[in-house]
Antibody, heavy 118, light 110 residues
Framework: QVQLLESGPGLVKPSETLALTCAVS????????WSWIRQPAGKGLEWIGR???????DYDPSLKSRVTMSLDTSKNQFSLKLTSVIAADTAVYYC????????????WGQGTLVTVSS | QSVLTQPPSVSAAPGQEVTISCSGS????????VSWYQQLPGTAPKLLIY???KRPSGIPDRFSGSKSGTSATLGITGLQTGDEADYYC???????????FGGGTKLTVL
């Protein structure tokens, strides 16, 4: 059973960089796409982007200038960096595996709350 | 403002059937499969339906998916109080070159 676990600071100051890591267990990070998705309190899901095991990436156009995703196959984990954060970036951040076939998310992490505040 | 449009809420009695709609365009639903997710309070979303009408292992056949043109529908039969949750549709948008979700629908089982 594939499991994903997000980790990183729960509090980030405005204008600084949000950095999260997703550790994957129970399966290899290879040959899959991996995504970050966020959810502001009381609101819907927002797709941030995806990274393939080769390192190729796609980002949401509205966040593209501030987002970087990377992965470390030796540690079976992938990461998210979001620069110049503002209060509107406060959300629960989920990592998820993109399932084989047409675009869908078959495994999700439990989510981690990141608050942007001074 | 979400790219995909869902009703904010639906409700039905236990044992009854409910449908949740998801409306999009030719760049997303019209040319891609839709997936559906169930989010119970305080938990991460869980995949219910993928590639339009496929269910992952462990998802009961009370849940079904369908599509017509640029709209998709999630159907739930034999409603149970445990089905009370938020439901989201999602797909790929070829124009945006990115994933998109609906705004979510809160299901209340009266």
């Amino acid at each position: 059973q594939v499991q994903l676990l997000e980790s990183g600071p729960g509090l980030v100051k405005p204008s600084e960089t949000l950095a999260l890591t997703c550790a994957v267990s129970g399966g290899s990070i290879s040959s899959y796409y991996w995504s970050w998705i966020r959810q502001p309190a009381g609101k819907g899901l927002e797709w941030i982007g995806r990274i393939y095991s080769s390192g190729s990436t796609d980002y949401d156009p509205s966040l593209k200038s501030r987002v970087t995703m990377s992965l470390d196959t030796s540690k079976n984990q992938f990461s998210l960096k979001l620069t110049s954060v503002i209060a509107a970036d406060t959300a629960v951040y989920y990592c998820a595996r993109v399932g084989r076939g047409w675009f869908h998310f078959d495994y999700w992490g439990q989510g981690t709350l990141v608050t942007v505040s001074s | 403002q979400s790219v995909l449009t869902q009703p904010p809420s639906v409700s039905a009695a236990p044992g009854q059937e409910v449908t949740i709609s998801c409306s999009g365009s030719s760049s997303n639903i019209g040319n891609n499969y839709v997936s559906w997710y169930q989010q119970l309070p305080g938990t991460a979303p869980k995949l219910l339906i993928y590639e339009g009408n496929k269910r992952p292992s462990g998802i009961p056949d009370r849940f079904s998916g369908s599509k017509s043109g640029t709209s998709a529908t999630l159907g739930i039969t034999g409603l149970q109080t445990g089905d009370e949750a938020d439901y989201y549709c999602g797909t790929w948008d070829s124009s945006l070159s990115g994933g998109v979700f609906g705004g979510g629908t809160k299901l209340t089982v009266l």
